[in-house]
């Protein structure tokens, strides 16, 4: 019987709803964990992960058997719910509508893992925005600005 083999690596990158309900210090390492407790369930492995204020960034070996959209629906529908139900925020938490998700070979996992573990280094210099769009700049990624994320100034 033949196997399955596969080496699939991507980054995803989503952001959230409201400007009033920003993910802080004391519950990021937390939040962390239950999405990568998610990813694991869905028989891939969290390789690095770093929840912003406003955004989060995860690095994925993808399973096979599961697309990146049901992965990302998962974690965004379940971590919302986990996130309400600990009542970390004032009103109701969502995540935006949609999602980038960017994929990598084996030998670029090292410095995509750090740049999301150093993000807010990162961020004391650029903005949210001003990083995804240069991600999609950088991959070639053709964009209407229209139907990108609604950006806040933290």
Known sequence: MANTYT?????V?????????????????????????IITNNKSKPLSIYCNPDHVHILIGLHPTISVSDL???????SSKFINQKRWMPGK???????????Y??????????????????HKKITFKEEYLSILDNLDIE????????????
Not at 7 to 11: D, E, G, R
Not at 23 to 28: D, F, K, L, S
Not at 72 to 78: A, E, G, L, R
Not at 93 to 103: I, P, Y
């Open 7 to 11: 080496q699939m690596y991507i980054q």
């Open 13 to 37: 990158v989503f952001s959230v709803q409201n400007k009033f309900n920003l993910i802080n210090e004391a519950i990021r390492d937390e939040l962390e964990k239950y999405m990568c407790g």
């Open 72 to 78: 990302v629906k998962y974690i965004k529908t379940n």
């Open 93 to 103: 938490f969502n995540w935006q509508d949609g999602f980038g998700s960017f994929t």
């Open 105 to 122: 070979s084996k030998s670029q996992i090292d410095v995509v893992a750090k740049y999301i573990l150093n993000q807010s280094i990162h």
């Open 143 to 154: 964009y209407d600005e229209q139907y990108i994320f609604e950006w806040y100034e933290l």
